[in-house]
DNA sequence: TTTTTTGTTGATTGACGAGTCAATAAACGT
DNA sequence: ACGTTTATTGACTCGTCAATCAACAAAAAA
């Protein structure tokens, strides 16, 4: 039965597998066996793999950022102004996607892990970094020298946002989420072109 | 030796124990054992007085969640002018007691914890709450009708702000911080002096 | 064909942990 | 003095789980 070529396959069961479970779980309380059972192989398997549970744990945070990422830069590739390029990261940061259960739970499970293991660290940061030099990009055009600062509390925002409405009872309405940041977008952007003493209307 | 009237230092102890040790641990994966024993203790005394590992966490948060509220309480004392109120919930949400390891563990693990225990989600929700009202009674005698909508990205860039903060390398520094929250209200306010057509200068 | 590499698992090991219980003891009420 | 309540623990039960290992199977290389 040992078709070759399999470590792919199974590491990417594995990964999806450990994503579903942390999202049944709520919590990184998941058994290898569990991870090892919904993938459809033995806990022998899982280790032979992956060496061990916390390097499960690092290649479904690299998953969950992959997909991030890769939302993101769908958006973006449609956008043509610097203003449609911000809208289109505020978008894609609150789909329907980031807040399915699994996503969730994941999300909040990397932030705790990220205190004490270095690699999970590393990994927010590099996440952080490209939400925040993505938000530069687009700002930049616009606000020019503001545009750190505002990029700093716009991704903040962003996080705040995502955290409080991923933790409200009933179904997350990412549309109302997003508006929340828009709205701050929008303040700081009329701020500037006052202090610019423009009257900009129109 | 039983001295009688030791439910209440038993308790406090424990409480603060287990802060201690989710702190080191960084999560949740802290045993009633190593609980006990900071407290000194033995486990079966822990569980006499708490009936379960469970009931110690919601006992923690809820202390956690009360030093938050007394540093907010303390902090508005003070403040005399609606502006100067809101400067002081700000400043309290990121006072250097807040980012203590112990307290920075202890609320991300608390959101996790919310996914799926009823009991941390009421707890969670009651200082979302005591957070709102405190800034929407700030914020209503400045911009009136729209106290709400500020109120809400107000209270969603302080968590994320702090959960950057706490999560970045090196000391945590709740001066910038604050800063970053404070200009997100200024440009508010600005805006809203704008839309009320009025120069708004002294 | 023999050997090596790759895939795979059942069974086992070794350790740990939550919660229970029986037993001990001091204080309190009467 | 005596029964009751409160405090306290060591020892134990029962379960779980990460990690390892020996062994088997098939494909590829030699």
New interface residues.
Partial sequence: MPKLGMEPIRKTALVKATIVEIGR????DVTVGQIAKRAGMSTALAHHYFGGKEQIFLAAMRHILSLYGAEIRGALATATTPRARLEAIVLASFSPANFRREV??AW??F??????VPGA?RL??VY?RRLHANLLHALRPIVGGRAE?IA??L???????Y??EA???GPSDGRASAK??Q??L???L??FD?TQQKGADL
């Fill in positions: 779980a709520g919590s990184l969730v739970s909040l499970n932030y705790v892990l990220a205190q004490t660290r927010l940061s952080q600062e700093l509390s991704g903040a925002l962003i996080d705040g946002v955290l409080r933790l409200s009872a929340v940041v709205d701050f929008a303040a700081e009329l701020r006052m």
